[in-house]
């Protein structure tokens, strides 16, 4: 067992913990894969090399000497650091002026490396360096130098790279000190090629069916499913449940789904969420490109050109890197030979380097990417074959491709590569542009499978349907399937009048041909008007032409009239009317028409009036009651009956009528010194939307959009000069205007976190600093009110709680960094209230606003989008209303349009204080 932490073991568990402990206790002495000890020997080279110039440049360089460092030179070189059970090599401690108490100079770290751009690993091995040093001179650098390969200078500040590194080693310490004697669970990641112990952490995953097994699987992920008690791929393969069969209107946005993928392995089976529509041309093209990363370098293009059952392979290679435009060129010409044929290719690094190419050489190829189409994304989240990843190397094995190498990888062909480049041995160059063109042929085979499975998909039995897995059954047992369904369909309450029937449903084209009103041979119906009214309203003949201005009308015979059926409210109740107008229609003898009244003209054609309308408004709108049920209380309380397509109607009337309300609403919101915004889900028809309201607490205005972009926020607030009002969602945090975050959901969401982690003792430390923070502050607000003058003391006790529980502080726990990066990010935004009068630290009223729409979400289950608008419309007019304390029935029957106009009526007085003489006409 070692008791030294080094840079290696370091560095080893920022991306792997197993292996940090691995390196630390565990004997075995692993190889690494040959590309890294590539890397390290260049590494070696690259160090031999500039150590040779530095000493040659500069006279106050000297080797690495812990007894007298405080007198060495200006640069020491070699140099092994040890400080509190860690130790770190550094190529080269350079002297820089300084104040700490080790003297007038301290040094920075230098390392030398073998790559030309610089990794997040060796920035923490820097890091790590410095944090050794620091120790030593009592002074962390505040920045260092890597050097890379051709002698590029690397200057890294170290700050931020000291925050992440001290809970690193705080942990190894807490190994090395309690002797820990088995190792954190294997989390196979996309560092494994790399590592000494990846054979032996691949066999252990295997033997435990570890979910990190699937490629997509992040430790989140995983641990979210060890919460349900997951561990194995097997055991989620069972998680997975078909979606119910919805009518989806917009198409949804696509996502892996880990439960589908072990389904896919368990089954040994494909599974489509989605078919593959790719586009199949006589003529096609298959690219792909071998680089080295590390350098921007294209050194491959393979191009397979395949037409009908004819295959032709044409590589093009670049020995140095001026070679790279000459091949680049030559790619381009052997495509535009083929100008109608598409290139496939698989991934994004294609496409990167094709980007990259035209930048570096200035060449116009848009319609080259224009052909490009990636094969990738019509497999992720929608085509699941039963493998652990969706790799070129396992879905072209899958399909039946083959390489002759048996350790072919984009890993591997790095080695290859700098093996030519060493000896130039014709042997790795072979290899390399065979392996290209395996590549190539791979990805053929996989396009031509992709289209087989668009194909065939409902006669193959290895493949099936995520949402509607296959029933297979004869043709006559499809038939008695058929009818049975038709029968259960129709198996409802109310079947006397919906008799079963057995016949073929009409098509959607010859719906939409259907004309209006009775088929053909069959009776039509029209509306029965009330024979008897309980008023007569005369109404005057129309005196000018509106055709011929200043033609008069002449009196005609024909008569005009109009019924309407209407309520009239009193102070103790309502009652039904039913009032005739009657008008003799004027005839212009130039038109030879007859024109109808003014006053019967306005009317239009609703039966039902303005007041009747706006009761069943009422009703639907703040009662919430379902349509149906408004029409069957409708016959009960005043024996009138309609259709439910005519509510609907007198929902689009009244928010045509009462559009400019929504418009001043709009205006006074905007004119408000503080906006509350909040955002809710509702379900159209199967298709997840979302409802955004915007209130100042007295008005009220609601939108409806198809995604949680916050667009419309942006839209609606793109000239607010106030403060905003919201929740923790990200996507109002680049709204253009002073910000103020709800308190209520970050305490919700500290209290929550605390009863979930009673005995983090960590956190609940830092919750009861933020206790002791707010805690005054909110009893001076309850004591005084939102005043700024009161309330700005505070600002000094915000500063002291963030230097001694944020800025700075190192946590281990991650729910505490979780909060600690959330008070950072949200510093400027959580305490405006404490800087402006009477802007609310809650956000309670856009929540308030909602609840209306998310009880009636609950009573409805999903709505239909033609009619949501009109709704939302009409519900933030009811919202003002109840926010002013006014009566929504009575303004609507008042034809207001101006709610802060409308005068409210005084509320009923139902009790008196006890012992109070009874006031005139109260009964005794």
Known sequence: MKNVINSEVVVAYSHCPRKAFLLLFSGDKKVPHEYVRILENQA????????????????????????????SGDFLVEATLKAHNLEAYCDVLT??????????HSYEPMIVVGTHS????QKIELAFVGHVLGHMQNKLPVSGTIIGAGEQTHKVKLDSIYKKLRPIIQTLKEWITTSLSEPPPVILNRHCP???????????AEKDDDLSLLDRMTPKLIQRYHKKGIFTVNQLSYLFKPRRKRKRTKKAHVHFNPELQALAIRTSKIYIQELPELPQHQLELFLDIEGIPDQHFYYLMGLLVCKNENNTYHSFWANTIQDEERIWGELLEKANRYPEAPIYHYGSYELRAIDRLSKKYQTNCDAFKERLVNINPFIYGKVYFPLRSNKLKELGKFVGASWTSPDASGLQSLVWRYRWEENRNGNYKQTLVT???????????LTEQLSKIRDTADSQTNIDFADRPKQNTTERGSKIHSEFEQILRNAHADYNRNRISIQPKISKENAENKKRGPSKGHQGFSRIVPSRAGKVIRVPMRRKCPKHKGEPLQKSEEMAERTVIDLHFTKSGCRKTVTKYVGTKGYCQRCCVCYTPHGIQKLGRQLFGHAFQAWTIYQRVFLRLPYHVITQVMEDLFGERTSVGTLINFMRHFAEYYAPTEKILIQHILESSF??????????????????VFTDGKHVVFRMTETREATIAHEFLSDYEGVLISDFYPGYDAVKCKQQKCWSHLIRDLNDDLWKAPFNTEFESFVFEVKNLLVPIFEAVEKYGLKKRNLNKFKKSVEQFYEKNIVDKDYKSELTIKYQK?????KESLFTFLE????PWNNNTAERALRHLAVQRKISGTFYEHSVPQYLQLLGIAQTCRFQDKSFLKFLISKEKDIDKFRATKRLNISRPAGSPRSKGEER
């Open 44 to 71: 070696s080279i690259n160090r031999a090399k500039y150590l040779n110039a530095l000493k040659q440049d500069n006279t106050g360089v000297s080797p690495y000497n812990p007894d007298n460092i405080k007198n």
């Open 95 to 104: 002297k820089v002026k300084s104040s700490s108490s080790f003297g007038k």
């Open 118 to 121: 610089i990794t997040k690993e």
């Open 194 to 204: 790399y590592c000494h112990f990846r054979n032996k952490c691949r066999e252990k």
């Open 435 to 445: 392996y290209n063109e395996e590549d190539c042929r791979a990805l053929q085979l």
């Open 675 to 692: 906006i509350h915004v909040d955002e809710t889900k509702i379900n159209i028809q199967g298709t997840d939307q979302y409802v955004w």
């Open 822 to 826: 959330r008070f950072q990010r949200y």
């Open 836 to 839: 402006q009068d009477s802007i």
